[in-house]
């Protein structure tokens, strides 16, 4: 597998590791860099053990998604006493080499480009990417090219979707031969308890919980009563010249102030605990982090009831209460608010994102202690940290898929994305459906084909494949011949080759768009081929569900029987509207 942080080679592995790389998202520790870095040796794990060698990250970034992907088995993981359990690695016994592509303040191109090409020379299996930028036709965009190489090559790579949303269009990583990763959340909550003084409480979270915080009401103020521009996001400074001493301060998330750093305004200022309250954008979603004070993470709705008590009420007072680990909890999963949206602007014609994954309060190692300095030595042991980010999901479908990668080692990367696309969850843990940060029902540009189940991806039944010649001929349909001779890096033709419209490259998903002069009385129809990959003999029956009835739908045959393993059978879907009316998004399921 290989990443920006390290690469790995799949499960159940010798305890030799042959050459290997997994890909990283933002800032991955020391490696192999770009131009202007030197060359040190890849981090490898062997079957039972991880080893970052002379590797230390550089703000933890590398360390968090590389032994979120393939970490060894650490007994007795917590981070300051909360989220207590055995942690591991998707795919522990993966070995792990890590590449440099950034540093603490950017990623270059040359750097993803040659990171990439290192991965690709030492015969990874898997690249796992936690980075991304703006969106960018693919010959410029130095990821879109350097995954196309390692794609050809057959390699597997996963990448984070961005987190940008939770508007549409903002996602990063867009290209269809990578699986492009959103975030959610998951069924477990760093427990917090916000009690106003007239007996209303509102739940949060946050993983400091100190011991002696929780019994004790103090005055409550509102950040944005400051006269200070901007004061209720609590950037570096806003408190000056406002009294916060010895007070809980309510700070607004968001305006590219850092959560953990709201707090730390706070304790600079004098204040003895923080409510960070969201903004209407991000709804209900809240994240543990770990602050330097006694805080709370509350919903939008919350925060609004709150400061409405504070504007009502003469003298507000508030205490923070903890609660610790909860499991259990509901809706799970759930899309959070930071997960980018598609559609893609560079391909509407392709589904994205792919899929989700966990991506929210996400335990892993962590290369120093994490926390205020009073509690300095009070947790020992191996180190670890509760970070969020499609930084963190994507790393789980990067182990997912080296699981998959090593019970079939022939398959393709589109095999192998199939799997996971296919197999994927659209409900949640108590079978409804699964939600954004609205509470409102997921769509398809936020939740991809769904939630991964790794248990399901083991056995799809039926794989969709691309092969690397298929995306030229995606490509040739997009670009010149010229532009696509720059995402491949060799000499392409397009005029001698068959170029392949977006809706019928073979992917595990269809996007249908229908320009505003379609005749509705004319059908659009895609065709998608399957190889079995289960038992045979087999009988599929195809069934859709399309709850909006503004599209006519059918898909022949009725039926594809498969008398042996890996028989490849073709199936057409049929789409046109009933109406010729505005322009409207349908979704639904085949």
């Known amino acids: 597998m290989a990443s920006s942080s390290g690469c790995s080679t799949a499960a159940s592995l010798p305890t030799t590791p042959p050459s290997a790389a997994m890909a990283c998202r933002r800032r991955p520790p020391s490696g192999r860099g770009g131009a202007t870095s030197t060359a040190a040796p890849c981090a490898t794990t062997s079957s039972s053990a991880l080893a970052f060698s002379t590797l230390p990250s550089e703000d933890g970034h590398g360390t968090h998604t590389s032994s979120t992907a393939a970490g060894a088995v650490v007994p007795g993981a917590q981070v300051l006493g909360q989220g207590r359990g055995t942690a591991s690695g998707i795919a522990p016994r993966a070995h792990v080499a890590m590449y440099k592509v950034c540093g603490l ?45 390692a794609a050809e090559k057959g390699i597997f790579v996963s990448m984070s979707a961005g987190n940008s949303g939770p508007n549409y269009t903002t996602l990063s990583n867009e290209a269809p031969w990578m699986l492009t990763v959103a975030a959610s959340t998951m069924d477990r909550l760093i427990r917090t308890r916000v009690r106003l003084g007239n007996g209303l409480y509102f739940d949060g979270e946050s993983v400091n919980q100190p011991d002696a915080a929780a019994t004790v009401f103090y005055p409550l103020v ?58 209407a954008i991000d709804g209900f979603s809240t ?23 504070i504007k009502s009420t003469a003298r507000p007072m508030a205490q923070i209460m903890f609660r610790g680990t909860v499991l259990g909890t509901s809706p799970a999963p759930a899309i959070t608010s930071f997960s980018s949206r598609g559609p893609s602007l560079q391909n509407p014609g392709i589904l994205k994102p792919d899929i989700t994954g966990p991506g929210v309060s996400v335990l892993a190692a962590w290369p120093f202690q994490v926390g205020p300095p009073s509690l300095a030595g009070k947790y020992s042991g191996p180190t670890f940290n509760f ?116 809706r019928l490259l073979n992917y595990p998903s269809i996007s249908v768009t229908f320009p505003s002069s379609w005749n509705p009385m004319t059908p659009m129809v895609v065709t998608r081929k399957v190889r079995n990959v289960g038992e045979a003999p087999a009988v599929y029956y195809p069934q859709f569900d399309l709850p909006d009835n503004s599209m006519n739908v059918t898909v022949m045959p009725s039926s594809l029987r498969f008398t042996e393993a890996n028989q490849v059978k073709v199936f057409k879907v049929t789409v046109s509207p009933r109406s010729s009316g505005d322009a409207v998004v349908v979704q639904g399921a085949l």
């Open 387 to 502: 970070e969020s980010g499609t930084s963190m999901s994507a790393p789980h479908l990067s182990g997912i898929a080296a699981l998959i990668k090593s019970k079939y080692p022939d398959w393709s990367p589109a095999a192998i994305k199939s799997a996971i696309m296919t197999t994927a969850d659209s409900t949640d843990r108590s079978g409804m459906p699964i939600t954004d940060e609205k509470g409102t029902a997921a769509d398809l540009f936020a939740l991809g084909a769904g939630h991964v189940d790794p248990d399901k991806a083991m056995n799809p039944g039926l794989v969709y494949d691309i092969t690397p010649a298929d995306y030229i001929g995606f490509l040739c349909g997009m670009y010149t011949g010229k532009e696509v001779s720059v995402i491949a890096r060799r000499a392409v033709d397009c005029s001698a080759v068959k170029v392949i419209p977006d």
């Open 222 to 279: 509102y950040a944005g009563a400051s006269s200070t521009p901007d004061a209720q996001f609590c950037g570096n400074g806003s408190l000056d010249g406002f009294d916060v001493k010895g007070k809980i301060v309510v700070c607004e998330r968001g305006n590219d102030v850092g959560r953990v750093d709201k707090g730390a305004e706070v304790v600079r200022a004098g204040g003895v605990g923080m409510i960070l309250a969201n903004q």
């Open 105 to 149: 303040e950017d990623c270059t191109s040359a750097d993803i480009l040659a990171g990439i090409d290192a991965a690709v020379a030492d015969g990874c299996d898997i690249i796992s990417m936690s980075l991304g930028g703006p969106s960018l036709p693919y010959p410029e965009d130095s990821i879109a090219v350097g995954t196309f190489a």
């Open 287 to 309: 994240i543990a982090d770990v602050h330097a004070l006694p805080a709370s993470h509350v919903s939008y709705h919350a925060g609004d009831a709150i400061m409405n008590y």
